[in-house]
């Protein structure tokens, strides 16, 4: 399409979750409680971990970056999703559209590499019982959790990259809460077909090698645990895997059925982004203080020493 007659724009317009003023306000404040919760939630896991000499092992390692990551990946999402329900105008730039992009991309690529990692701790943990302080060096641990923040920021390098050279014209509405690169495409009247191509790719890739590297370590993982003869061995054994097993199943479940739907403006479609972008980081550290002994410990272990610190101060 021949940009010349066209006016290129340089900002879109959100059309968010409702029009609806009283709809509006009640989704501010749930948002708003949801977004708070789960920055707490992340923070203190992930200030517990680091702080507690106890949880100083590569799962919790590797678990405070996971923290890490949902804390900034509902923080490129929700704080702007709160200030549209605020707003009559609910007007982004290209630029900021385009810089939410990379950041969705980079915490949610660097999250499926995070959970393939941690997927490969626990299949060490369970078959190689007796070798995994040798084998999950922290020099290892280390070049594995860098290694998956890389392939996440360079997924999302090149992807914002090519979308950079992208002129929009004519229509300016984006049917949901927040900047995605498919839904960027159809406003752009520049040729996509290079930058749909390397996004499909990029994901196939990213998303597809990931997931059949955590298949393929919990093949293993299971396999070995139904060799295990005691019942009691068996469930200890599970035990250490569920919270992670919960944590894949919603990651990569929302995640389907978010990119599985057609981009629209229906409800379901804004239903699987809400649960995907906002939801799944809530819930995480949830899922690991509830269901974990030693992070509940840990947890607990912290409290009781602030509260005397802060007794004793006063």
């Known amino acids: 399409?021949?940009?010349?007659?066209?006016?290129?724009?340089?900002?879109f317009i959100l059309l968010g979750l409702s029009a609806d003023p009283h709809a509006q306000a009640l989704l501010f404040v749930l948002f708003l409680i949801v977004y708070l919760m789960t920055l707490l939630g992340n923070l203190v896991i992930f200030l517990v971990i680091r702080t507690d000499s106890h949880l100083h092992t590569p799962m919790y390692f590797f678990l405070s970056h996971l923290s890490f990551l949902d804390f900034c990946f509902s923080s490129a999402t929700v704080p702007n999703l709160l200030k549209n329900l605020l707003s009559q105008k609910k007007i982004i730039s290209v630029k900021d559209c385009l810089a939410q992009v990379f950041f969705l991309s980079d915490s949610g690529g660097t999250e499926a590499c995070l959970l393939s990692v941690m997927a490969y701790d626990r299949y060490v943990a369970i078959c190689y019982p007796l070798l995994y302080g040798q084998i999950m060096s922290n020099q290892l641990c280390k070049g594995l959790v860098w290694g998956s923040w890389v392939l996440g920021f360079?997924?999302?390098?090149?992807?914002?990259?090519?979308?950079?050279d992208l002129d929009f014209c004519g229509?300016?509405?984006i049917p949901h809460y927040s900047c995605e690169l498919p839904s960027l495409f159809p406003l752009s009247c520049s040729d996509v077909s290079i930058n749909f191509t390397v996004m499909l790719c990029s994901s196939l890739l990213h998303g597809l090698g990931t997931c059949v590297l955590i298949i393929f370590s919990y093949t293993f993982i299971v396999s070995t645990i139904l060799s295990i003869s005691s019942s009691t061995g068996r469930r200890k054994a599970f035990s250490t895997c569920f919270s992670h097993i919960t944590t894949v199943l919603l990651f990569y479940g929302s995640a389907?059925?978010?990119?599985?739907?057609?981009?629209?403006?229906?409800?379901?479609?804004?239903?699987?982004?809400?649960?995907?972008?906002?939801?799944?980081?809530?819930?995480?550290?949830?899922?690991y203080s509830l269901k974990n002994n030693e992070v509940k410990t840990a947890i607990k272990r912290s409290l009781k020493k602030y509260l005397q610190y802060f007794t004793e101060r006063w």
Do not use: G, K, W
């Open 1 to 11: 399409m021949d940009v010349r007659n066209h006016s290129t724009i340089f900002e």
């Open 154 to 164: 360079l997924d999302a390098f090149i992807n914002i990259l090519l979308a950079m």
């Open 171 to 173: 229509n300016q509405c």
């Open 256 to 287: 389907v059925l978010r990119y599985s739907t057609p981009n629209s403006d229906s409800p379901l479609e804004l239903i699987f982004s809400v649960q995907y972008s906002v939801i799944t980081p809530l819930l995480n550290p949830l899922i």
